[in-house]
Nanobody
Framework: QVQLVESGGGLVQAGDSLRLSCAAS????????AGWFRQAPGKEREFVAG?????????YYADSVKGRFTISRDNAKNTVYLQMNSLKPEDTAVYYC???????????????????WGQGTQVTVSS
């Protein structure tokens, strides 16, 4: 079993930056694919970014965040991060950390499936 706890959300203005963190405990985190999803009110959950377990430089992003968001991980700290720059009002959502045992970050993005989920952290971007 894996427990994921997100932090770092908040209220910011358009153009600002935020860094989300997701702390993992339980199963060896370094063996898991990790990612971030978000869900805005009245909308379906959407994939944001993913990072593979075996290569921290192997990442996958939704088109809507490419060039603005960066996912990274520190396996020594069992933590995955989402650096969000140039935030827009349409980035407002609850952001969820997820992890999966098999596949790749791209698999996570295409399937929108994870084996483990955090409770979410709210990000609100005002215009």
């Amino acid at each position: 079993q894996v427990q994921l706890v997100e932090s770092g959300g908040g209220l910011v203005q358009a153009g600002d930056s935020l860094r989300l963190s997701c702390a993992a405990s339980g199963r060896t985190f370094s063996t898991l694919v990790a990612g971030w999803f978000r869900q805005a009110p009245g909308k379906e959950r959407e994939f944001v970014a993913g990072i593979n377990s075996w290569s921290v430089t192997n990442t996958y992003y939704a088109d809507s965040v490419k060039g603005r968001f960066t996912i990274s991980r520190d396996n020594a700290k069992n933590t995955v991060y989402l650096q969000m720059n140039s935030l827009k009002p349409e980035d407002t959502a609850v952001y969820y950390c997820a992890a999966r045992m098999f596949g790749t970050a791209q698999d996570m993005g295409v399937s929108k499936r994870g084996d483990y989920w955090g409770q979410g952290t709210q990000v609100t971007v005002s215009s």
